[in-house]
């Protein structure tokens, strides 16, 4: 999806710069005599022009663009992802509750109940059924950094999940000595034992890193910007569709989200959950 999402990037500001490629791209850049405020700008074009996420988005009609509308819709939501990524390993709790708020309307509007339920309840409990304390330990109290340094922060559940892989091993390895009660002292230990395993693993010059080899993907990036350049899905043609899927909506994923209904639904969920909640402040 990050791919995806780069490629789409690189499409519309190719198509907002008006070159014809990614070379003639690079060229204006580097042509111009403040390189940031060259890229500054397009961003913002970008943002203001080509990114949709609002619910003022005008119906679809039948001259409308459902290509060049399912283009922007693919970019907007990469661009989400790629925002709620990069906050979780910056450990920017602020960050991440932002995208949980968008994340929310995403998943009513495409009918994900069990995740928007999950949502709501999260933002239910940082802004009225947690007290301010808990609120902030909640806020950024979900990150976990094992190696140190910035950036390298990652989810608690996925912390958990190492966590649980450790154990597991740990558990293979007991033979015929396995019983709940060694289970349990074997959780019990896992703090200490992680601690000697990395300990061990460093005097011995033995370097494990928990991140997956990847190969480049300059190439693959380069043959879909191409293919999007080319089928031109950021310029506007009206009555164009996916061969695919033609009978797709041409008004954003947020149009599909019935306000009053959603407004009903909130105000009955937001009832049971403080009604079932303690204290509230």
């Not at 999950?118 to 902030?136: D, G, S």
């Not at 010059?205 to 928990?210: E, L």
Request: with cysteine; net charge positive.
């Amino acid at each position: 999806m990050e791919l995806i999402t780069v490629a789409h990037i690189l499409s519309a500001a190719v198509h907002i710069t008006g070159v014809p490629d990614l070379e003639g791209l690079s060229k204006k850049i580097l042509s111009s005599d403040n390189h940031f405020a060259a890229v500054s700008s397009i961003a913002k074009t970008l943002c203001s022009d080509v990114v949709t996420v609002s619910f003022a988005a005008k119906p679809s009609t039948g001259s409308a663009d459902c290509v060049m509308e399912y283009a922007k819709e693919t970019l907007s939501l990469g661009l989400l992802l790629l925002e709620f990524n990069d906050a979780i390993r910056e450990g920017d709790g602020v960050r991440v509750l932002r995208c949980w708020k968008f994340l929310f309307l995403f998943f009513r509007a495409a009918g994900h109940k069990n995740y928007c339920i999950e949502a709501f309840h999260l933002l239910m409990q940082y802004y009225y059924t947690l007290t301010p304390r808990c609120a902030e330990q909640m806020l950024w109290g979900r990150f976990v950094n094992s190696v140190g340094g910035p950036g390298h922060n990652i989810s608690g559940d996925l912390h958990m999940e190492h966590l649980n892989r450790i154990l597991k091993d740990t558990v293979s390895h007991l033979g015929a000595n396995k019983t709940p009660k060694s289970i349990v002292r074997a959780a019990k230990a896992l703090g200490p034992l992680k601690d000697i395993l990395a300990e061990f693993d460093k005097i011995t010059g033995v370097w494990f890193t928990s991140k997956h080899s990847r190969r480049s993907e300059k190439e693959d990036l380069l043959k879909v910007v191409a293919e999007l350049n080319q089928n031109e899905v950021f310029h506007y043609q009206p009555g164009r569709k996916h061969l695919l899927f033609p009978s797709m909506r041409c008004n954003g994923l947020l149009m599909c989200i019935d306000r009053p209904k959603l407004m009903s639904w909130m105000s009955v969920k937001a009832e049971n959950i403080l009604r079932q909640t303690p204290f509230t402040h």
